[in-house]
């Protein structure tokens, strides 16, 4: 996934969230969101993500429509909160340090 200091959501594509099994329920709505390449329609998910072998459950977009690629962001909400991130870009690493609360 893309760190996305700039997202507040997480996100996922119409593809990947299939492949784990996701499926739109009937009386399930979407939600409307801009982006720069223009307005997605979207389902939230809450999902199990383990980063540097810690686990928590953060909430996801999941994308309703084929934007051509396979985006996938981690955006801020939850996952921020639960690590310190360090971007060191000349070594072109990020690194994760749990928060211990």
Sequence with gaps: MLVD????LSLISLKVGQDLGY?????ES???AETIGGRVEYVLRNVEMT?????FIAPVAWLQ???GG??????????FDQFNIEFRQADEQIIFTWREN
């Design 65 to 67: 429509s084929n934007t």
């Design 30 to 32: 979407t939600l409307l």
């Design 51 to 55: 980063i540097d072998e810690r686990s």
């Design 23 to 27: 499926a739109l329920a009937d009386a």
């Design 5 to 8: 200091s700039g997202a507040e």
């Design 70 to 79: 396979e985006q996938l962001l981690l955006g801020r909400d939850v996952v």
